[in-house]
């Protein structure tokens, strides 16, 4: 069974680039993340959506950043213009519904973003 | 108050011995709790999963929980170098919603061979 599937695995770009990052969730699931993982911060939520529909983006920084989930299969993380403070571990995950309780989140391999 | 608090660490095992993580939470009314484990350089990666009180054990490792004392914890038996790696505790808030899982920024766990 394919995991989360994200590309591109790194990404080295300048300050003021737009950077897009990809990811595949796993099929069937209803869920889908995006995270940001620092040494400062933690790992923090940025948005989610719930079948294809954003729930909560409450968690992204601002307006430089967007996220969109076209279809079931396929999610995008979007940063433009990028700035130095944007470098950090990028995570998509993806759970199934809700039963009794939340499901786990499965992650996906991250993209390690650094902006110069 | 940080909603999911953990010992940075590092906590250092022998070998063969049991390691202890912990985790305490603010929410009183957080229903789903999660252990995952870190490698460095790699994503999380799910171990454990627990929604009610006392313990659960799946090989060797088990989780507790004391939802009246909001705290959680991971104990590992029998500990190997393979185990190293920060371990993240992560949290439902009140509602129980997929979207709000909070996680603690982790324990670093080494085990000395």
């Known amino acids: 069974d394919a995991g989360v599937i994200q590309s591109p695995r790194h990404e080295v770009t300048e300050m003021g680039q737009e950077v897009t990052l990809r990811c595949k969730p796993i099929?069937?699931?209803?869920?889908l993340f995006w995270y940001r993982q620092t040494m400062m911060r933690g790992l923090e939520l940025l948005i989610y959506?719930?079948?294809?529909?954003?729930?909560?983006d409450s968690g992204m920084p601002e307006d430089r950043f967007s996220a969109k989930m076209p279809n079931a299969s396929f999610s995008t993380l979007k940063i433009q213009p990028s700035e130095p403070r944007d470098s950090a571990v990028y995570f998509c995950?993806?759970?199934?519904?809700?039963?009794?309780?939340?499901?786990?989140?499965?992650f996906g391999d991250g993209t390690r973003l650094s902006i110069l | 108050q940080k909603e999911v608090e953990q010992n940075s660490g590092p906590l250092s095992v022998p070998e063969g011995a049991i390691a202890s993580l912990n985790c305490t939470y603010s929410?009183?009314?957080?229903?789903?709790f999660f252990w995952y484990r870190q490698y460095s350089g790699k994503s999380p990666e799910l171990i454990m999963s627990?929604?009610?009180?006392g313990d659960k054990e799946d090989g060797r490792f088990t989780a507790q929980l004391n939802k009246a004392s909001q705290y959680v914890s991971l104990l590992i038996r029998d500990s190997q170098p393979s185990d190293s790696a920060t371990y993240l505790c992560a949290v439902t808030r009140y509602g129980g919603s997929q979207g709000n899982l909070i996680f603690g920024k982790g324990t670093k766990l080494s085990v000395k061979p």
């Open positions: 099929s069937g699931h209803d869920y």
């Open positions: 959506f719930n079948n294809n529909v954003p729930i909560d």
């Open positions: 929410d009183r009314g957080s229903q789903s």
């Open positions: 995950a993806s759970s199934p519904r809700e039963g009794l309780g939340s499901q786990p989140q499965h």
């Open positions: 627990i929604y009610s009180n």
